[in-house]
């Protein structure tokens, strides 16, 4: 079983950058495609963007295309958010997940509760 633990968030201005990373543990990540979703407070989570287990392709939801990248580098079973531009109604707790031999696709349409690992989730907050 893989355990992820994210780290990267914070408090940030409006127009700023974070990065998110999300460290696994337990087996190796490189079998298992990658996400990241938010949850905004009062609010359901959702998808924010998904990396294939090659790391050939990547998914995003349409509110952070252009503004956000994800990567993984499975030699360190790590997996990253790159977010540019912030915007206040980017505040959320960002969770890291993983699905195992699944599709980047796949992961923006899932279940919450089919995917295979959760993180504890890490607070982003972008002052305006």
């Known amino acids: 079983q893989v355990q992820l633990v994210e780290s990267g968030g914070g408090l940030v201005q409006a127009g700023g950058s974070l990065r998110l990373s999300c460290a696994a543990s337990?087996?190796?990540?490189?079998?298992?495609?990658m996400g990241w979703f938010r949850q905004a407070p009062g609010k359901e989570r959702q998808f924010v963007a998904a990396?294939?287990?090659?790391?050939?392709?990547?998914y995003y939801a349409d509110s952070v295309k252009g503004r956000v990248t994800i990567s993984r580098d499975n030699a360190k079973n790590t997996v990253y958010l790159q977010m540019n531009s912030l915007k206040p109604g980017d505040t959320a707790v960002y969770y890291c997940?993983?699905?195992?031999?699944?599709?980047?696709?796949?992961?923006?349409?899932?279940?919450?509760?089919?995917?295979?690992?959760w993180g504890q989730g890490t607070l982003v907050t972008v002052s305006s």
């Open positions: 997940a993983a699905s195992f031999l699944n599709t980047a696709q796949a992961m923006a349409v899932m279940t919450l509760n089919a995917l295979d690992a």
């Open positions: 337990g087996r190796t990540i490189s079998s298992f495609a």
């Open positions: 990396i294939s287990w090659s790391g050939g392709t990547t």
